[in-house]
């Protein structure tokens, strides 16, 4: 079945640091969505990505989906302690009836010391 | 508009117990899913539903069974509850098909000992 691996696992960063989460998916996307997940709280949607190469930007937050469309990545620019969380990617299959099961990655934990 | 309501928030189960988890959405979602997320992980799917009496098994369906008898509601059934099954459950909804993007409640933190 599809998998989607997510890394690092892990990010310490201090504070006005820049941060990157990547996304690899085994198979071809429709679509990816990224979601944020503050600790204790549950996934809130931030952004989809459906065109191959696109690329969003959210105020410090930049999402890219790769050519092939396998891959995506999230960048926060400048990290503020507001930006502690998981971030988690979902991957939507191209190809069959997915009836929009997302398969999400296992998560980067972002930790941001003041 | 409350979104995505989920009961109880935390629950201890002793081993061999039953119980469901109650989910409901007021947005009118067709698209209902359970997922289970245990601690560092990403989120599993349990079960889904694409709309009133229709339902199907996700990645990890073992151990839980749902209904759909309404679009607002969506219940997960826990039988016999065992060890493996702790974890955080969420309840979600979208709209649509085609990856629309998905509502989630606060979660049901379920400890089996």
């Known amino acids: 079945g599809q998998q989607v691996m997510q890394i690092p696992q892990y990010q310490h960063v201090q504070e006005g640091e820049d941060f990157t989460t990547y996304c690899n998916s085994s198979?071809?996307?429709?679509?990816i969505q990224w979601y944020k997940q503050r600790p204790g709280g549950h996934p809130v949607f931030l952004i989809q990505?459906?065109?191959?190469?696109e690329v969003k930007k959210q105020k410090r937050l930049t999402f890219q989906f790769g050519e092939a469309k396998k891959n995506s990545s999230l960048h926060i620019t400048a990290t503020q302690t507001t930006d502690v969380g998981t971030y988690f990617c979902?991957?939507?299959?191209?190809?069959?009836?997915?009836?929009?099961?997302?398969?999400f990655g296992q998560g980067t934990i972002l930790t941001v010391h003041p | 508009n409350a979104g995505v309501t989920q009961t109880p928030k935390f629950r201890i189960l002793k081993i061999g117990q039953s119980m469901t988890l109650q989910c409901t959405q007021d947005?009118?979602?067709?698209?209902m899913y359970w997922y289970r997320q245990d601690p560092g992980m990403g989120l599993k799917l349990i079960y889904y539903?694409?709309?009133?009496?229709?339902?199907d098994k996700g990645e990890v369906p073992n151990g839980y069974n749902v209904s759909r008898s309404t679009t607002e509601d969506f219940p997960l059934r826990l039988e016999l509850a065992a060890p493996s099954q702790t974890s955080v459950y969420f309840c979600?909804?979208?709209?649509?098909?085609?990856?629309?993007?998905?509502?989630f409640g606060p979660g049901t933190r379920l400890l089996v000992l």
């Open positions: 979600a909804s979208s709209y649509g098909r085609g990856g629309a993007s998905q509502y």
């Open positions: 198979t071809t996307l429709s679509n």
């Open positions: 990505l459906v065109k191959s190469g």
């Open positions: 979902a991957g939507l299959d191209a190809g069959g009836t997915s009836y929009g099961k997302l398969t």
């Open positions: 947005m009118n979602h067709n698209y």
């Open positions: 539903s694409v709309g009133a009496g229709i339902t």
